[in-house]
């Protein structure tokens, strides 16, 4: 079975606070993905990875950064958290081949404060 | 642009009926279709998956088939629990490594 794992289920932080969100995947996945899920907007897609190092942005970049060294983990980044970004966040991976489906992790609540 | 629409939004049934969640999308040229079940406060759980050259996949009591020419999939539950009731989002998966996501339906099954 595929495991996505991230750092922690529950964060609370201040403004201004640069913040790391860790995802592991032990698939040897190609892909991964980090979104966010605010009610009535569904999930948006942050950033993307379909390589170690490599880096695509999705709809809403801003605010964030990703850094991928290895290839089971991406982190994303809050450089200086700001109150609009309290959210939850879903990290998922897959196979870059067609056949893939993409795999979730159980997401970070974040609360800025 | 691909959109991905979900019918209905939210449903609420008893216990033991059979049910169907509808999902449409506008562009039929997809790799696959992937049914994800959600809990609330959780992330989401993958359900079945399926290729664009299937017409179904079936995982116990669940069935979700697709008519690609006709951008419809549908899940089927059968006999509906309790336990059932969360949230479920189809995502098609074009020709990119990105998904695009439906609207979700929300279901509650009561005793």
């Known amino acids: 079975d595929v495991k996505v794992t991230q750092s922690s289920r529950y964060l609370v932080k201040r403004t201004g606070e640069k913040v790391f969100l860790e995802c592991v995947q032990d698939m040897d996945h190609e892909n991964m993905f980090w979104y966010r899920q605010d009610p009535g907007l569904g999930l948006r897609l942050i950033y993307f990875?379909?390589?170690?190092?490599?880096?695509e942005k999705g709809d809403i970049p801003e605010g964030y950064s990703v850094s991928r060294e290895k290839k089971e983990r991406f982190s994303l980044i809050l450089e200086s958290a700001s109150t609009n970004q309290t959210s939850m966040y879903l990290c998922a991976s897959s196979l870059s081949a067609r056949v893939g489906g993409q795999y979730f992790g159980p997401g970070t609540r974040l609360t800025v404060t | 642009k691909q959109e991905v629409t979900q019918i209905p939004a939210a449903l609420s049934v008893p216990e033991g009926e059979n049910l169907v969640l509808n999902c449409s999308f506008t562009?039929?040229?997809?790799?696959?279709l992937q049914w994800f079940r959600q809990d609330p406060g959780k992330g989401l759980t993958s359900l079945l998956l399926i290729q664009s050259s299937q017409r179904e996949q079936t995982s116990g009591r669940l069935n979700a088939s697709l008519d690609k020419s006709s951008g419809r999939s549908t899940l089927y539950i059968a006999a509906s629990q309790p336990g059932d009731s969360a949230t479920y989002l189809c995502a098609v998966r074009p020709g990119t490594d990105k998904l695009i996501f439906g609207t979700g339906t929300r279901l509650q099954v009561f005793p």
């Open positions: 562009d039929s040229a997809i790799y696959n």
């Open positions: 990875s379909y390589d170690v190092k490599m880096k």
